[in-house]
């Protein structure tokens, strides 16, 4: 077990106080999130970027010609959840700028 110690390397002090140990863990938790840019996206990921529903998604722009078809996860039952990279829904957005 690590204690809580080995994160503070500049004092090497335990924390005293609730708002201490608080900034700690915060420290702690920006190391372990991922990027959004390095996280696939989901639909939900895709529509709240968008700002529109998860339907509008699937149903309006998944069909249009150029939008990107991201892939599908492996599933056993082989229709696995659909997933985006974030940027190529981003070049996406770009492209539309002309319209």
Do not use: H
Request: with cysteine; net charge positive.
């Amino acid at each position: 077990m690590r204690e809580i110690s080995q994160f503070e390397p500049e004092t090497n002090a335990i924390p005293q106080t609730l708002i201490q140990l608080t900034q700690v863990l915060e420290k702690l938790l920006e190391k372990t999130e991922p990027d959004t840019e390095e996280r696939l996206w989901t639909p939900a990921d895709v529509a709240n970027f968008l700002q529109v529903s998860e339907a509008s998604v699937m149903k309006n722009y998944y069909y249009m010609p150029d939008f990107p078809k991201g892939f599908r996860l492996p599933s056993k039952k082989g229709m696995g959840s659909r997933r985006w990279y974030p940027s190529d829904i981003k070049k996406w957005c770009e492209r539309q700028k002309s319209f």
